[in-house]
């Protein structure tokens, strides 16, 4: 996590029951920043009104986006939350380049309306939706999700969103609707980091049928209480807490239900790295990176350890089922 991040917010979001000798330590140093830098005032100010700020509070610079309490199973994490200064520093995504704070700093040229996302395929009903009816569609719920990286780290974060289950619906799937197919934007005048080639553009990543209708997988608009910040993937993605976080894909334009399992931008890019399930699982090794612990952003300090990566993310009891006979190992 970059340091920077953390003196530009000068609010770090810490209640009096977070405070552990790790936070003491970490806000102290940060004092110690901020009047090495000149900016006790400010410093102070942020203070002083740390301990009145709600823990999901957003910035208050974008529009607010409320939902309520999720009471779908398994949907409200009790971790403490990650900052929001982290949610929104610390990114991947490609589109904007590969630097974990390119995101933040570039993705300002992303036009999240209008906005459309077309629905196509083995479906009843295909179709276009602009932005505001996929608002409308379903009640807005906040649900606190953990988010693993396969690279290693992972953050809790306040999603605001419904089912994906809740535009399967609208859209009667037919019989041949096996997979999922999930298309985000490739606009090379909003997007800097498309003249890369990291990926073969659009980032497209995929699901089978009974995974998008999993109440677990979230539809999100928003987070903290209020609409995604472009770095995040405005104005729509993905949220599938039990896989690595790149199954969850951002700015979503396409929706296409098809017959066939789909290959994932990162399956295409490194076939033995990146399956198509990728569900976390602490007993299947990434070739590059273990995946029996991670890092949880916000409390690696010098004397932190990492945490137990857990069987799906620790979702199995809600997901372990769709995967049922299924040999893990092999399919990755
Ligand atoms: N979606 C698109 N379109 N492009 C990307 O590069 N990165 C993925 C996923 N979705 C990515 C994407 C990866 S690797 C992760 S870990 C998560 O988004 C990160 O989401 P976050 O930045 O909101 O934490």
């Known amino acids: ?45 942020a203070w002083a ?20 309490r999720s009471a779908v199973a398994g949907a409200m994490s009790m ?40 629905v196509e395929g ?3 009903k295909p179709g276009s939706f602009d932005l ?26 306040p999603w605001v969103g419904y089912s994906l289950a809740e535009l399967i619906k609208k859209v009667e799937p037919n019989s041949r609707a096996k997979y999922v197919e999930f298309i985000s934007l490739a606009d090379r005048s909003q997007m800097p980091g498309l003249r890369n080639g990291v990926l073969d553009w659009p980032y497209t990543e995929g699901l089978r049928i009974d995974e998008a209708m999993h109440p677990l997988s979230l539809l999100a608009f928003g987070m903290y209480g209020e609409v995604l910040p472009n770095q995040n993937g405005a104005p729509l993605r993905l949220i599938l807490p039990w896989k690595y976080g790149f199954k969850s894909a951002k700015s979503i334009v396409k929706i296409r239900f098809v017959e ?24 299947v090794d990434h070739p590059r990176w273990s995946q029996g ?21 620790g979702y ?12 893990l190992k092999k399919f990755y």
């Open 1 to 45: 996590m970059p340091r920077s991040a953390h003196i530009r917010s000068n609010a770090p979001r810490i209640l009096p029951s977070d405070i552990t000798p790790q936070a003491v330590y970490q806000e102290r140093r940060q004092w110690l920043q901020l009047m090495a830098t000149g900016a006790a005032g400010a410093g102070l100010a």
């Open 49 to 68: 009104g740390r301990e009145a700020m709600a823990q999901t509070a957003g910035p208050g610079k974008l529009a607010k986006l409320p939902g309520a």
């Open 79 to 118: 971790d403490k939350l990650s900052r929001y200064a982290d949610a929104t520093g610390y990114n991947n995504f490609y589109e904007f380049g590969t630097e974990k704070s390119d995101p933040a700093q570039y993705a300002g040229s992303l036009r999240p309306r209008p906005w459309t996302v077309t």
């Open 122 to 124: 083995e479906v009843g």
């Open 132 to 157: 505001d009816q996929l608002l409308k569609l379903s009640p807005m719920e906040e649900r606190v999700y953990r988010l693993r990286c396969v690279e290693g780290w992972s953050m809790v974060i």
């Open 316 to 327: 199995a009891d809600q997901v372990a089922s769709l995967y049922a006979g299924m040999d």
């Open 260 to 283: 066939k399992q789909p290959v994932s931008s990162w399956t295409e890019s490194a076939p033995r790295e990146y399956g198509f399930y990728s569900n976390v699982n602490p007993l």
């Open 293 to 313: 612990s991670e890092r949880r952003i916000g409390e690696d300090g010098l004397f932190t350890k990492k945490r137990p990566t857990l069987m799906f993310n």
